[in-house]
């Protein structure tokens, strides 16, 4: 893994198109938005996709496709998941 090799990743991330039908961050109003891949469940191997706000750094609900984390974030993204993420 190289550092140019991150960075690319992470330009794909935010230029992701289905980033476009995206709400603006709940928390701080960013646009600045991208997917990345979620937590993964190891045991079945199922990759995730949840969307990473730029401007606060918070996470938004996992989904298992990126159209999915999108929707997710749109209509069910609120407080209970701050407090999820602020949880030790
Ligand atoms: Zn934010």
Redo the contacts with the bound molecule.
Sequence with gaps: MTPSRDVEGLGRAYSNPHLERANP??????TTLAIVEGPQARLIRTRTWQIL??????RGPVGGSEAQAVSKWNGEFGPVHRSELDDP
Excluded: E, K, V
Aim: hydrophobic letters at 25%; a neutral charge; aromatic letters at 8%.
């Design positions: 961050c709940p928390f701080c109003g960013s706000c730029a401007g606060c750094l918070c």
